[in-house]
């Protein structure tokens, strides 16, 4: 426990902030996906960080559950990823826009 | 210089640097490798946090399960390349400096709060990351949301049949 939680605290918020840059930046379903991914794992870091420093092992079950949530995203992301091709034959999520307004 | 905080150099620096390159690739496939390097530099940077059941399962589920996933189907549609910054320039600076006004905010937010860790004690951190003291806490106190997540995966795993499927009879 030498180093301060800081640390850990603002990687995790870097890490954050890039999968939101990537969300916002990058057009391809994939890769949008992979930046929520890392979203997902920054929350992770901060759980584990605040547990691990507490001595609560209950921040570790939360992680335990959002690996689990994270892995169904995946499942059914990835799904509709192949769905959305075979129809429009494309991952550029500007072209799929039948639902835009 | 404490040989904690070298790795804590050594694991944060790999996670955020391959996490900057995830997503300024124009490969999908090399994004998606440099994410799994970036949940490896995770799983040390838990193992650094005493949480050793959590950093082998990042490593089982996450870079392998999930992961291998994503590269199936990446090769399995073979996308086009796409190169940063080709439409809508000026959209995408505004939502970098969205994103680095945010960073500011939350690294404000985590010094002005400063959080009092002088009496976080090694013993019970090692004691929390244990599989025991996890397996413990799962079946006793938190059976019921691992039922759901249980039944979670489930449902994930039919939508995933019925989405996926060739089409609805």
């Known amino acids: 426990m030498n180093i301060p939680i800081e640390y850990f605290l603002i990687l995790s918020a870097f890490m954050f902030i890039v999968g939101v840059a990537g969300v916002l930046t990058r057009r391809n379903a994939i890769i949008v996906f992979m930046s929520i991914e890392l979203m997902l794992n920054s929350a992770n870091l901060t759980l584990v960080s605040f547990s691990s420093y507490m001595g609560n092992s209950i921040g570790q079950l939360f992680v335990f559950f959002v690996m689990t949530v994270a892995a169904a995203e995946a499942a059914v992301g990835l799904a509709i990823i192949i769905a959305m091709f075979r129809n429009k034959l494309t991952l550029n999520i500007d072209e799929v826009n039948i639902f835009k307004w | ?169």
Request: no cysteine; aromatic share 12%.
């Open chain 2, 1 to 169: 210089m404490s040989l904690e905080l070298i790795l804590f150099i050594v694991f944060g620096g790999i996670a955020a640097v391959s996490a900057v390159l995830t997503i300024t690739r124009s490969n999908p496939i090399i994004s998606a490798l440099f994410l799994i390097l970036n949940f490896a530099g995770l799983a040390g940077l838990y193992l650094l946090l005493n949480a050793q059941f959590i950093a082998v399962v990042q490593v089982i589920v996450y870079a392998g399960a999930i992961m291998v996933l994503f590269l199936f189907v990446i090769m399995l549609l073979k996308p086009e390349k796409e190169k940063l910054f080709s439409t809508h320039p000026q959209l995408k600076i505004f939502a970098l400096i969205i994103a680095a006004l945010v960073f500011v905010q939350i690294a404000y937010m985590i010094f002005l709060s400063h959080p009092d860790t002088a009496n976080a004690n090694v013993a019970a951190s090692v004691k929390a990351g244990t599989v025991e003291q996890i397996g413990r806490e799962l079946y006793t106190n938190y059976v019921l949301p691992f039922e759901a997540a249980g039944y979670l995966l489930l449902a994930a795993t039919i939508g995933a049949l019925v989405l996926a499927k060739k089409k609805f009879e």
